[in-house]
Each structure stands twice: as structure tokens, then as C-alpha cells.
Nanobody, 122 residues
Framework: QVQLVESGGGLVQAGGSLRLSCAFT????????LGWFRQAPGKDREFVGC????????YYSDSVKGRFIITRDNTENTVYLQMNRLNPEDTAVYFC???????????????WGQGTQVTVSS
């Protein structure tokens, strides 16, 4: 199994920035992609972006491209989601998840964290 723990959520004003962290442990040999998703109240879970662990490749949804950046820290087994120019539509619970292959759809992900709340005030 893989355990994932998100942190760094909170309340921020529109136009501000926030950095989320996702620390993972366990069967790291089963991790090829680490992804970020979000779910706003009353809405479906939405793909935000992902990073390939072997080759650092990243991919972002159109809604966050140019504002959000995913990076990694190999020594700490942690992935970060740097969120810039936040707006109230970014308010959601943010989850990280791991997949054994390259994945941009939530059903391709095996393990999920519990999520961290991000609230952007106008």
C-alpha cells in the first residue's frame, strides 16, 4: 500500500498563493504518477495536474495551467502543488493520489490521501 498525507490548506484571499504538500510512504515502487485533484461542494472531483516520478513530466488541466505548478522533492518523498493567482473558483478540498502508470483520470489512481481544504475569499 501507499499512504499519502496532504497538508498546507487554509484560507487565502483572491489573488494570493498557497502551497500544498503531499508526503507519501509505503510501496513507493508502485508509484509512477502522483496527481492532484480537487472537489468543490456539490461538484464532481476534478483533475488538477500530475507529475511523473521517474521523469519529472507534468500535465495540468486547462483551468489551472499557468497558475499552478507541481514539483517534487525526492529526498523527502513529497510532492508540492504551488497555487498562484487563486480565485474563489479554486475553493475545494484538494487530494493527492498515486497511480502505477501515467494517469490523468481519477479512476486510474490507486491510493488517495484524505484531502486538505483550500478556501479562497473574494
Amino acid at each position: 500500500q501507499v499512504q499519502l498525507v496532504e497538508s498546507g490548506g487554509g484560507l487565502v484571499q483572491a489573488g494570493g498563493s498557497l502551497r500544498l504538500s503531499c508526503a507519501f510512504t509505503g510501496r513507493t515502487d508502485r508509484i509512477y504518477t502522483l496527481g492532484w485533484f480537487r472537489q468543490a461542494p456539490g461538484k464532481d472531483r476534478e483533475f488538477v495536474g500530475c507529475i511523473s516520478w521517474p521523469n519529472y513530466g507534468t500535465y495540468y488541466s486547462d483551468s489551472v495551467k499557468g497558475r499552478f505548478i507541481i514539483t517534487r522533492d525526492n529526498t523527502e518523498n513529497t510532492v508540492y502543488l504551488q497555487m498562484n493567482r487563486l480565485n474563489p473558483e479554486d475553493t475545494a478540498v484538494y487530494f493527492c493520489a498515486s497511480a502505477p502508470g501515467w494517469a490523468i483520470r481519477d479512476h486510474d489512481y490507486e491510493y488517495w490521501g484524505q484531502g486538505t481544504q483550500v478556501t479562497v475569499s473574494s
